[in-house]
């Protein structure tokens, strides 16, 4: 990720949690996306199959109430952060059996925002003193994460 993409998540963690990254929670976070985007998608997808569609819609993508509101929060905030370009290179998914919209990956940037700013959040409700995370911070806060999603 180029260095001003860093610098606009560092901005966007401190002002969603306080919290303190630097490019190896930037590298951790993007291989959460990666492995989350495959999931929504895999569910997606079966939902998709089950409703005899070739195309994975936005209504067949799990989103979860408090994500959905997580994505509201970032759409509110992007517009002083410019995160969009940054979302958009991290919303890459495998190929699958059923592709998504144009509608559906229109999306995808968002639900990535989303899932950033309620790792932030888990992140400050497991240690709510903590100010830069530690890999023991990132993986409970994924396994979390994982358990829910």
Do not use: C
């Not at 895999?42 to 209504?59: F, G, K, Q």
């Amino acid at each position: 990720m180029p260095v001003f993409g860093v610098a606009k998540f560092e901005r966007f963690f401190r002002l969603a949690a306080e919290l303190d990254v630097d490019k190896d929670d930037l590298k951790r976070f993007s291989d959460f996306v990666e492995h989350k985007l495959y999931d929504l998608l895999v569910m997606a997808e079966a939902t998709a199959s089950a409703n005899s569609r070739d195309l994975i819609e936005p209504y067949d993508l799990p989103i979860t109430k408090g994500v959905q509101e997580n994505i509201r929060t970032v759409r509110k905030k992007d517009d002083d952060l410019e995160l969009r370009p940054i979302l958009d290179r991290l919303a890459t998914y495998p190929p699958l059996d059923r592709m998504p919209s144009e509608e559906t990956e229109a999306r995808l940037p968002e639900i990535v925002g989303g899932w950033g700013l309620a790792l932030a959040k888990i992140i400050k409700i497991v240690d709510p003193e903590v100010k830069n995370p530690q890999s023991q911070h990132w993986e409970r806060a994924m396994r979390i994460f994982d358990e829910l999603m």
